[in-house]
């Protein structure tokens, strides 16, 4: 629900006047993002892949167990950390590069502006690294390094390039004496197989030292055998899946030594002891089932606080139902500034959580909107999970689930779609079919069937439970203005007459008989690869 925040440390300001006022002084933010991790560090119980600058921070500050991104694609996720929107509410429905060509709605604002508008300039704004929102109006950033400047390889993946420009920002905010909110955006561990093959399907062995690789003078390369590793149950049970596990590893754990370099650069600039440090992904790995999904893995995101304030809390962890969209109010809160007026956006401050653990309550939720990832991806998706269950409601439901390029050449879904063409056996708990095709409505009990197979929608026993989740979401639909909240069986109508009180108008599909799907057989009218 869109809320109007006033913060705690800004009324005290308030009551107590400007002059010689006793509170706090504003933490500066240093916001760490990956890009398509998952819960592959030791913090979060992976035994295999190593990460000891991740776990060390873990140790430091609070690690979150329900946290969730509200969106499963790049920018729209990355515009939901900066806008404290949905996507359906920010505009950005899908990519912003290329012929995707998404952007925010023109009278959106994000946290850069804000905080310069808000603070008079007195808060220094900074990104480096991928960035992947636009327009470049609505997203304007004090200091930019980003793949506007570079390419997105040296800025994204070399971590001796993000260590020079940090040392650079921070250099500048201590100078001018000026608090500071911090992106780094990570290019690791995004798949870029689909188009440069030669460095390795997660650019593994870009920069690795190998033959004809070019070296990160930063890095050192942790080689990960395949054979060694065991299979998440999500995914399938198979030699390439381990091959490509070992890959995502290396790059996690190039991405780990890149946090441990920025958290040395914070502590030599003496700005440690005032920054608040946060690290988490913009969605799910890019596997079947995760990224581009409303599916556990496509939206549960690692996330890691970790607060300089020694009455926080710290080496401890958190079951709070956490949202990515609750970043952006954290950043104004620990910067103690307001939103502008009438700004809408719907998350909370963690702020709080920090010093203490909620109680637990039953209306905690969170929610998810998937609109396109491609731009060819016309399946939206929205979504309400509490601590129990899971409701997700497919509104393009008639199409089959869409698939995007780099995922489709990756070798896991080959092995997937050439074992499903040729009849042979996967040791995979989903079939290709169920894959694509997807009811109407999809209700789990995510405590008993954590891998979402038994979908309970048409269950009696859960009859009140759907009831319930549908008005709940819905109700969120129609607080964040979603222009998707009457599909897909009715048109919303919200102006002329009906701008007062908008309604959803039906399109009479209650009426009609529909024919079965149809199942493609003529395969040899397409090329594999």
Not at 317 to 327: E, K, V
């Amino acid at each position: 629900m869109y809320v109007n925040i006033l913060y705690p440390s800004l009324l005290l300001l308030l009551l107590l006047g400007s002059g010689n006022c006793a509170a706090e002084s504003p933490q500066n933010v240093l916001l760490l993002l990956a890009d398509d991790a998952g819960f592959e560090m030791g913090a979060y119980l992976n035994k295999y892949c190593q990460t000891p600058n991740l776990d060390a921070l873990a140790k430091q500050g609070l690690l979150f167990n329900n946290a969730f991104s509200s969106v499963s694609s790049c920018s729209p996720s990355r515009a939901q950390l900066l806008t404290g929107q949905a996507s359906h509410a920010s505009g950005m429905y899908g990519l912003h590069q290329g012929v995707h060509n998404f952007n925010v709605l023109p009278e959106i604002n994000s946290l850069p502006n804000v905080l310069r508008e808000q603070s008079n300039g007195r808060v220094l704004s900074g990104i480096i690294g991928k960035k992947h929102v636009g327009s470049a109006a609505n997203f304007r950033f004090d200091y930019e390094q980003t793949e506007e400047q570079h390419s997105i390889n040296q800025i994204g993946r070399n971590i001796t390039n993000i260590k020079h420009y940090a040392r650079e920002f921070l250099a500048q905010a201590k100078r001018e004496q000026r608090p500071f909110f911090l992106l780094v955006g990570f290019h690791d561990p995004h798949r870029c197989g689909h188009i440069t093959p030669q460095f390795g399907e997660f650019c593994e062995r870009w920069g690795s030292g190998e033959l004809g690789m070019g070296s990160i003078p930063d890095w050192k390369p942790i080689y990960y055998d395949w054979r060694n590793l065991q299979v998440p149950a999500w995914l399938p049970d198979t030699d390439i899946v381990r091959q490509e596990l070992a890959a995502q590893y290396m790059t996690i754990s190039r991405l780990d030594q890149g946090v441990g370099l920025l958290l040395r650069e914070l502590q030599s600039a003496g700005l440690a002891e005032s920054t608040l440090v946060i690290y988490t992904s913009d969605n799910g790995p890019p596997f079947p089932g995760g990224r581009t999904n409303l599916y556990e893995h496509g939206i549960r995101s690692p996330l890691i606080i970790s607060s300089p304030k020694s009455t926080d809390r710290h080496h401890e962890t958190s079951a709070a139902m956490t949202s990515l969209l609750d970043i952006y109010p954290s950043v104004l809160d620990a910067l103690q500034l307001p939103p502008p007026n009438a700004t809408r956006i719907s998350g909370k401050s963690l702020l709080p959580v920090l010093q203490a653990e909620p109680a637990p309550q039953e209306q905690d939720a969170v929610y998810g909107s998937q609109n396109y990832h491609e731009v060819t991806m016309t399946y939206p998706m929205r979504m309400v999970r509490n601590r129990r269950y899971k409701l997700i409601h497919n509104l393009n439901y008639w199409s089959d689930f869409p698939i995007d390029q780099d995922f489709y050449t990756s070798p896991t879904f080959q092995q997937i779609l050439n074992a499903t063409i040729n009849k042979q056996a996967l040791p995979w708990y989903r079939t290709l079919l169920q894959y694509y095709q997807r009811p109407e409505w999809e209700l789990y009990d995510i405590k008993a069937d954590a891998l979402e197979r038994v979908n309970l929608v048409d269950k009696s026993k859960y009859k009140d439970t759907l009831k319930q989740l549908r008005q709940q979401l819905f109700k969120w639909q129609v607080d964040t203005a979603d222009p998707w909240r009457c599909a897909p069986h009715a048109v919303l109508q919200s102006q002329g007459v009906f701008k007062d009180a908008p309604v959803c108008l039906t399109l009479g599909h209650e009426a009609l008989q529909r024919p079965k799907r149809k199942v493609l057989t003529q395969y040899e009218a397409y090329e594999l690869i």
